[in-house]
Structure formats: C-alpha cells, structure tokens
C-alpha cells in the first residue's frame, strides 16, 4: 500500500521518477520470489521415483563373430537405466547374452537365464543409456523391460541391517522390506502360505561389480522386474543375500511365516526361496555371503519343523518351467538348487558346486575342511561343426601351484536341456592333460568336470558353446534345362527336419537376383521340389536349412543352371 501511495505522488511530481521506482519494485519482487523458490528447493528436495519402461526388440542380423547368433543392433533408450531384462511370447527359449553402454564404455557380455514362461532373469547393470544382445534364435514377440530407480540407485546411504524384534522374529541382522523401498514394488495381492520342507538356493545373474550402497537399489528392482514385467504379485524370493554378506527381506507376509514365493514352479508351496544377487555361473559366492545364507536356512527350517539335513519327498504341482509333472514325487536334499526341480541353469555353475559346503555349513555351523582346489581347463578345436563331424576335445588338469595331476578321471559332459550329463570319461597323462572326441548331434553346452580327492577339490572349466549345422545335399543337381521346362530338384538332410527351402535365383544386369522361394516338406531325410524357368537366362539355386532350437542354418551348395530356348 505505501509503495502504491508513493509511486503516485512520483508520477504527481516526476513521471521519470515514478517509472524508475516501478522497476525496482518489480525487482525486488523477483529476487524474493527466486530466493523463496530456491529455499523451498533446498528445504524439500524432489525425489524421482522409479519408472518402468519397454521397448520392442531392435533390428537383428546374424553374425560370424558371436558363433552364428542374432546380434541386435546397438539400442539407446529414451531414458538411462539401472536394470533389463526380457519377455516374449510362447514357451521358446533361447540362449541370451546382453552388454550396456556406461560413461561411453561397453560392459563385458552377460549371459541371462531363458525360461520356458517366456521371461529372461532381470540383470542390474548400475546405470547405463544403451543395450545390445544376442539370441541363440529368434524370439517371438521380443520386449526389452528396463528400471530406471532414479536417484535411488545412486544414493550413498546404505540401510542398516537390523535385528527384528519378537518371540518369532529372526536372531540375525538383515535389512527390511522399508528399508529397501519395499514402498515403490507394492504387492498385487495379500500373501498366501504353505509350508517349509526344503530351501531352494538362486542366483540374481545381476553384474557381480557392483557396491554395497546398490544392494537395496538392487533388490527394489528386481521387485519392479518381477511384478511389472513377469506379472508377480511381489518379488519371487523370500529373502536375498549380497556378496557381502547382507540379507534382505524379500516377499512380503512374516519372514517367519511360510510365504509362497514364486522361486520354483512347481514347488513353491513347499519351499522358501533365497537368491544370491550376482551371476555365479563362473565365479563362486562369497564365504560371508554363505555364512548368511547359512545362518538363514538354520533359522528358517527348524522354525517349520524341518531338520537341517537329510532327504525330503515332495510332489510336483507341475508347469512349463519345472522338470516334473504335477504329482511326481521327487527326494531331494533339504537345501538345494533351482536347477534341481527346475529346466534352468540356476544358481550357476560356480554356486551350485558351493551347495554341498553350504549344506555342512547349515548342519554344524562349521565350514567344510580348507582345501586347495585344483584347475581343470576344456578346450576344442572348432566351436563351428557339421552333423556327423568329430568334435576333438582337450585340456589339462593342474594343482593350484601349476604342477600337473596325473592318473584322474575327469568327466566329459554336454547340456543342451537345462541339465549337465557326462558323455565321455578320461583319465589324465603324467602331465595332467587329456584328450578325446565327441560326435555332438545338437547344439550343445560343453565343460569338464573333476569331482576332487582326498587332498584338493574338485573343479569344473569354463562352459562352451558348440554349434552344430545340418548336412543338406541336392543329388544329381541339374545344370541346363530349357525355359517353361519343369525342373526337379531332391536330395537329403541330417539331422531330419520337417522342411527346408529351396532358394532360385536368375542373373538380371550382370548380378544374381531372388526369383522364387519354396518351402519344401521333408520326408524320412529326402525331400524333393521343381521350378521352372521362366527365362533363358542363367540361374542358379540352393537349399536352405533355416536354424532352430538344436541346429544353426545349413545352406546346400550353389547349383549354377543355363536355361535355353
């Protein structure tokens, strides 16, 4: 009010005057609303919250370089993210691998987990802004799933594992539901419960590199993948360890209650679920890591009833994902791993050779005897092979000090169904190597296998993929024929496949062009086709296995045909 009055007796006495005090009015006004907007800002800072978001599959091409696998083109996303993972339709599976593009830089590739509900485990990646992968086939109806958790994810502030309270409350530290941002992945429904008989050990497939800030990031994620993209209730597990040692509280409903999880279809009513966040497919956990788990599964069986070993019968409830029909009974131990009712390879290779220290660890308290653990390597000669073609197959078996180990039996094994089986057994030379030959008929997962001794124990090499092609032949291929004339063309193909496609091309302005595709059904092996010419002009043709769950793409050879007058 006293501004107005005295800006209308400037105006009065000195209009100049009265248009100078009017602006500095107006300023002053706008310096106090700048400095009462950056007070509320520091006073409650925004707080982003996570966003899930997908995309469809980019644009794939086949590649020599990753073994004959459909390699995406490099995707960037509208937004960076901390976590992806894929869904398609159908019960497909395939082999996947995935890399991210961080601060300018491709990460390593990571392998992700094919299951038969059309879903990838979920990878946390820290924060990234590109994705590329490579499928072993395609995927029908390929999505990509990401987790951007925001500012969440990078927050320096880790949650203290607390010990809960109460008659039944767990006697360990472990960070809870809140603590986690239990409050951003809400369950759809209220829990439902079973009962607790065995306990099924997981792995994440996250990244192992990341820090002990991300841990809750992490778990939060995992939830968001599970409820958002697979279409959980909640997240799958019942509780999660870290690779330092830190429990998480998984699904909601009492740590101590009996929880159905959704860790193992089939089973889920039966067991409780933990899961190691990281890939430990060739890299072992972590010994505070299995203490935890271990401190865990001694609470959590004796809580229901349950020993801490032994043998247990439990019935299948059946599904696409587990091994068993519904009704089978199966006799496990009482701590075991997804890959033992389930058609995956879960909780990794390194991981599921820990489980029988894990298993002691829960029985007495007390670690397996300190060994040294030897080294065994698997080598081949060509990961490219024909149908019928030995593969020849090598390596060396050594202590840890480098010195070899001769006269063992190492095992030879192949998976290409979710489930390791030894195919060849050899026994190592005065230098520790060996060497046989396989006839692979199906693309194949291969390693060697040592189970150990009295004095070292045993150890598995590094997983290879071995990619096997059909044989497609034509017989007695034509070479000249005459235009409107019907040509036959037959010949065979191992191993059987229900079609192939026989491929005609003519020579237009000096270069081979497609004229004509045929898909042609094959009968016992043999399959047999035609075309006709409709020019006298030069051709030629071929046939083409296209590549599918147990084989690559085989293309016969290139038949070169003069058609005439």
């Given amino acids: 009010m006293q501004n107005r009055r005295l800006q209308g007796f400037l105006q009065r006495r000195n209009p100049y005057a009265a248009t100078v005090f009017r602006l500095y009015v107006k300023l002053l006004a706008s310096a106090a609303g700048l400095v009462c907007a950056l007070a509320l800002a520091v006073a409650a800072p925004a707080t982003a919250r996570p966003v899930d978001f997908e995309l469809a599959a980019a644009g794939q091409a086949r590649a020599a370089s990753a073994g004959g696998a459909l390699v995406s083109k490099q995707l960037t996303t509208p937004r960076r993210f901390n976590l992806v993972g894929m869904r398609w339709g159908g019960r497909a599976q395939a082999d996947i691998e995935l890399r991210v593009r961080s601060d300018g830089r491709w990460s390593r590739w990571a392998h992700l987990g094919s299951h038969a509900s059309g879903t990838s485990d979920p990878i946390w990646v820290g924060r990234a802004g590109a994705v590329q992968y490579r499928l072993s086939r395609p995927l029908p109806g390929l999505k990509l799933h990401f987790v951007d958790l925001g500012r969440r994810a990078l927050s320096s502030a880790r949650p203290a594992a607390r010990r809960a309270r109460g008659a039944a409350a767990p006697p360990f530290p472990y960070v809870s539901r809140a603590a986690w941002g239990a409050s951003a992945c809400p369950p759809r429904t209220a829990p439902t419960y079973g009962e607790v008989r065995a306990i099924h050990v997981h792995h994440t497939v996250s990244l192992n590199d990341y820090t002990p800030e991300e841990g809750p990031a992490i778990v939060l994620a995992v939830c968001r993948f599970h409820r958002n993209s697979n279409g959980w209730s909640d997240i799958g597990y019942n509780m999660l360890a870290d690779k330092y040692g830190v429990l998480y509280e998984g ?145 060396t078996l050594v202590s840890p000090t480098g010195l070899p180990v001769a006269g063992e039996a190492v095992d030879v094994q192949v998976n290409n169904q979710g489930r390791w089986r030894t195919v060849k057994r050899v026994t190592t030379d005065a230098n520790g190597a060996f060497a046989t030959e396989l006839k692979p008929r199906k693309r194949s997962y291969l390693r060697v296998r040592w189970p150990g001794n009295a004095t070292l124990h045993g150890a598995s090499s590094a997983r290879l993929l071995v990619h096997v092609s059909p044989l497609v032949n034509i017989d007695a291929p034509l070479l000249t024929g005459k235009r409107g004339e019907t040509l036959a063309v037959s010949g065979t193909v191992a191993p059987r496949k229900p079609f192939v496609h026989l491929v005609l091309q003519q020579r237009i302005d000096g270069r081979y062009r497609r004229v004509g595709v045929r898909r042609v059904r094959v009968r016992q092996g043999h399959f047999s086709a035609s075309f006709v010419p409709g020019f006298a002009a030069r051709y030629r043709y071929f046939v083409v296995v296209k590549p599918d769950l147990n084989t690559d793409r085989a293309v016969s050879q290139v038949v070169d045909l003069k058609a005439t007058r």
């Avoid at 009492?254 to 089973?267: E, M, N, S």
């Avoid at 190691?276 to 890299?283: M, P, R, V």
Wanted: glycine letters at 12%.
């Fill in 251 to 395: 699904r909601a409903g009492g740590l101590d209650k009996a929880v159905i999880g959704a860790q193992a279809q089939g089973f889920n009513a039966q067991t409780a679920g933990i899961s190691n966040i990281g890939d430990f497919t060739a890299l072992p956990q972590t010994p505070e890591a299995l203490s935890a788990m271990a401190t865990y599964i001694r609470w959590k069986l004796p809580l229901h009833a349950q020993p801490l070993s032994g043998l247990v019968t439990l019935t299948s409830a059946g599904g696409s994902a587990t091994k068993y029909p519904a009704g089978a009974r199966v006799t496990l131990e009482r701590v075991i791993g997804h890959r033992d009712t389930g058609r995956t390879a879960c909780p990794g290779e390194a991981l599921y050779a820990q489980l029988d220290e894990l298993r002691t660890l829960v029985e007495t308290g007390q670690p397996l005897s300190t060994l040294p653990t030897a080294s065994v390597s698997a080598t081949i000669a060509d990961s490219n092979i024909a149908y019928g073609e030995l593969l020849p197959v090598g390596g």
